[in-house]
Structure formats: C-alpha cells, structure tokens
C-alpha cells in the first residue's frame, strides 16, 4: 500500500528531471495531492491561476511522467479549493504496481542531483576524454575502465559527471546497487562504526553496505590522506569490489601519485582509467553558463555571459556563483541583468566580498545571532513561526552566497537530513518574500552585512 504523498513524491522525482527548475519550483512543485479517484490523480492548487497555468502547459508532462511511475494511473486532475467539495470519495492510501525501471523513493535509493546529468553537461577539449569514459561507464558499468579515477581542480565537474553516471545508471539499469560517497563521509561513517557501543554489529554492517554494491563512487579521495585506518578499509573494500568486477570511481583533486596515501592502495587506485579534467577556454566556459540560465530560466545575453567567462577562468562554480549573484542583485534593486552598468554594480560588491572565504557557518551564527535562537533550534525540527523564518532566511542566505559551492542536498543534510526539494522551497519563498515583504529584504540585508561584517 502506498500513501498519496508517497505515490506523489516519486512522481514529482520523475517530472523533476523533465521540466526546468523554474517551473518545477513555481508551478509542479507547489501542488498538493489529494486522492486517487477511479484511476486518477487529483492534485489542489493553490489559485485558480496556478490550476490554468499546470493544466495548458504542464499537464502532459505530468501524465507522462506519471505513466513511467505508476502505469496503472490514466489521469491527472488539477483543481482548486473551492473543487473540493464537490470531488467524490478519494482514496487516500492505494496499492498500485511501480512502473518497470523506475527505482521509488526509499532506503535503497541514491540521490543524485538531477541536474547533474550529461545532457547537462557541456564537453570541450579539457574535459571530453572524462565525459566518454564516464559516459562508457554509464552505458555498460563493470570490467573495461575499472577503476575510473577522475581528477582535476576544484569546481571543474568532477562531481558532476559522478552524478551524471548515477542518474543514468538508476534510470537504465534500476537493478543495480549504485551507491556515491564523499571520502569524508566514508571517512566518518567507518570512525562511528568503529565506536559504536550500542550496536556491536555496526562494523559488519557497515562493511556489508559497501561490500555489496555494483558501483561504488567516492568523491574527493584526497581526504584519505594521514587517515591510516580508513586507508586500511578502503584497501580492502576496493579489493572485493575489484575482484569480483564491480565497477569503481574515484575523484580526487590530483593524480593517485600525488595522494599521500599508502603505497599499495595508491597502485591499486591507479590500476585503471586515469582521467584528468583541465579548466575549460572561453568557448566552453560561456557554453556552459549559456545551460545554466536555460536551466534555470534566467534570461542573460551572450555579453554578460562573456564578461563573466573573461573575469573567472578556472572554477565553474565560481563563474556560476557570479551569475547567481547578478541574477539576485537585479532581483533586489529591480534591474535589468542585461545592464552592463548594473552588472559591474552587482560585480563590484562580488569582488569586494569574495576575498573573504565564507562559510556555512558564519552564516548560521549571523542568523542565530540576528534572531537570538539557538542554532540546535535552527537546524532542528520545530515548526513555530519564530524558528521557520529564520531557517527560511539562512538557508536563502547560504544559497545565495555559496551557490553550487554548497550543494541543495548537503544544505538539507545540515539542516537536519531535510529533503533538497524543502531547502529548494525555502529559497524560492524568501526570494520572492524580499520582493514583495519589505521587512523581510531589511532583515535578509542586516543579516548579510552581519556576515560581511560591513
Ligand atoms: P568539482 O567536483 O570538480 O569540484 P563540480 O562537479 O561540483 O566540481 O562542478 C561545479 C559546478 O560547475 C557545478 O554546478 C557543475 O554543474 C558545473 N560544471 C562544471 N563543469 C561543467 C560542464 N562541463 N558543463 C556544465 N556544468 C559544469
Ligand atoms: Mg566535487
């Protein structure tokens, strides 16, 4: 049996990746499911305008995307508030057979940023021997680049294409088990196994989940440096998945050669595919931020994306962060991003602010101190008004400061493992609640000078 909510989550999962993330934030993401009624799903939206906008655009999407989950659904309806008296008796709990290759929600699934797919992904000259051996990999994961080991600086794609694979994987063959890691969460996770007093069989466990994967990816393994003990764990990991021809990736920002890790392991990592990743030329670079504004419905000409592809040449996410950045400041002061005055306007506080590295931290404290509550409350799980709007607004604020540097999912795992789909809506609310509620853009600006220290 699953429950309405669940039935409508994975659906959202699917249509996620179908529509651009302005649409999916404003209009798919915001409707609420109400009940299964004869074979169709019945979603509310808020306002009359919301329903006429999901039903002339977005409605044959929806009932695609619907059809790849629960095939057994025909239909979807989108009504209003007012429609609900009149709707019959829904169920609201129904069991309903998955679609075939589609993974559901759950323990098992992986989540993989689902942006971060090829199609995303542009290739160049720097990175296009990485791309085809990623995309090598995804097609027919196991035996001929094992292990891929990709490197290069930070904030050049490697995590990306790691995604990549993980999204095309999960879609084509749901069967296997394909897991992602961050070295340092590999790194942690096997310290608390080890100290677990509660649960003796913590290291078994812990041992099992790697051990019985197809495809295990861990980023930045640089991270394993001076960690002997890990080091040891991952030596044998790697064996077992190796020997018996499960596919292994690996990141890193340099070459095996140059992690200072133990010998044997250092051989065995660079036993396959080495792939490096160099900062892409203009070309590429102005390619790349031509995707991002189609990916996020931003509406910037070719002379601002070149400005910005001259200023930053080697960090991606950088060059992302200072279109974010023009993007918000026209949004505050109401300009056109177009305006070459007010992007050297927007640009000139960018620079002035980012030679000072900031953090996910200085960001809680200032809002923690802003609003005198207790950063335990914040990134914890109350729901009274005086901690929702802070959380709200601190997470606008590290978006907005540390943009693709601070991935959605790794917000939501710091504010207490909420879903990315949570953070994405808190965002967007104060984004739009700085437009419309002036108390809100005063407090959103005190907050940010706080951090800034201005
Ligand atoms: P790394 O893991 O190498 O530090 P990421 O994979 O996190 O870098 O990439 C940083 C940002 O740059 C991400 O938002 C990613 O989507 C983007 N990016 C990097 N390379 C490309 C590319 N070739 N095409 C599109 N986006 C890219
Ligand atoms: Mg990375």
Same mark, same amino acid.
């Given at each position: 049996m699953l429950k309405i909510n669940q039935i409508w989550k994975n659906i959202l999962l699917e249509t996620e990746a179908k529509v651009s993330t302005l649409a999916y934030d404003l209009y798919i993401n915001s409707l609420e499911p109400v009940g299964i009624y004869h074979d169709r799903l019945i979603l509310v939206a808020e306002t009359r305008a919301l329903k006429n906008i999901v039903d002339n655009n977005y409605k044959d999407v929806l009932k695609k995307c619907m059809a790849v989950v629960f095939p057994s659904l025909i239909d979807v309806e989108i009504i209003t508030e007012d429609d609900l008296p009149n709707v019959g008796s829904v169920e609201k709990e129904v069991n309903i057979p998955l679609g075939k290759g589609f993974v559901p929600i759950g323990e098992e699934r992986a989540t993989f940023v689902s942006q971060y797919t090829f199609d995303n992904f542009v290739v160049g000259k720097s990175n296009e021997y990485a791309a085809a051996v990623a995309r090598a990999i995804a097609e027919n994961p196991g035996t001929r680049y094992n292990p891929l080991f990709l490197w290069g600086g930070v904030g050049l794609g490697k995590t990306h294409l790691m995604h990549a694979i993980g999204n095309y994987i999960q879609r084509t063959f749901p069967e296997k088990r394909i897991m992602y890691v961050t070295c340092e969460q590999f790194v942690n996770e096997f310290i608390e196994s080890l100290h677990d007093t509660k649960n003796p069989n913590a290291i078994k466990n812990f041992r099992a989940k790697y051990r019985k994967l197809d495809i295990l990816m861990m980023d930045?393994?640089?991270?394993?440096? *001076? *960690?002997e003990g890990t080091q040891e764990e991952m030596f044998h990991t790697f064996n077992e998945l190796y020997l018996s021809d499960r596919q292994i990736i690996l990141s890193s920002d340099r070459p095996p050669k140059e992690i200072q890790i133990e010998e044997r392991l250092k051989t065995r990592f660079g036993t396959g595919v080495i792939a490096d990743i160099q900062p892409p030329n203009l070309e590429t670079r102005i390619a790349i931020l031509q995707k991002k504004c189609n990916a996020k419905g931003y509406n910037v000409n070719i002379k601002v994306l070149t400005l910005i592809a001259e200023k930053i040449t080697t960090n991606i996410r950088e060059m992302e962060g200072m279109l974010n950045r023009i993007i918000s400041y026209s949004t505050l002061v109401g300009g056109d991003p177009n305006d070459i005055n007010m992007v050297n306007e927007a640009l000139k506080d960018y620079e002035d602010s980012s030679n000072d590295i900031i953090d996910i931290e200085q960001i809680v404290a200032a809002t923690c101190e802003y609003f005198r509550v207790k950063k335990e409350d914040l990134v914890g799980k109350k729901k009274t008004k005086d901690i929702v709007i802070p959380r709200q607004i601190c997470i606008y604020l590290i978006c907005d400061i540390l943009g693709q540097s601070m991935p959605l999912v790794s917000i939501g795992d710091y504010f207490g493992k909420r879903d990315h789909t949570t953070i994405m809506h808190a965002r967007d609310k104060i984004s739009e609640e700085c437009k419309n509620s002036d108390v809100i853009a005063s407090q959103v600006k005190d907050i940010r000078d706080k951090i800034y220290n201005r």
């Open positions: 930045d393994v640089q991270f394993l440096a *001076k *960690k």
